[in-house]
């Protein structure tokens, strides 16, 4: 049983590209390693920017500095 954890930051992703997600993680585990889809699971974990940090630096304030 296939277990895929997809982790995003919290920025306004739409239930419509979850289910996208969900779905390609799925379908690519079906292409490439023939895996049964009724039995893969995916999660999608979303994670507060101050949580996230890139090179020393959170991504809120990353963000800000765009």
Same mark, same amino acid.
């Given at each position: ?6 982790k995003?930051?919290?920025?306004? $992703? ?9 779905k %390609?993680?799925?379908?690519?585990? !079906?292409?490439? /390693?023939? @895996?049964?889809?009724a039995?893969?699971? $995916? ?9 996230? %940090?890139?090179?020393g630096?959170c !991504?809120?304030? /990353?963000? @800000?500095?765009?």
């Amino acid at each position: 049983m296939p277990y895929v954890n997809i982790k995003i930051t919290n920025e306004d $992703v739409t239930k419509e590209q979850k289910l996208a997600l969900i779905k %390609g993680a799925t379908q690519l585990l !079906v292409d490439v /390693l023939g @895996k049964n889809p009724a039995t893969t699971v $995916v999660v999608i974990d979303e994670v507060e920017t101050d949580n996230w %940090g890139i090179g020393g630096e959170c !991504v809120t304030q /990353l963000r @800000k500095q765009k």
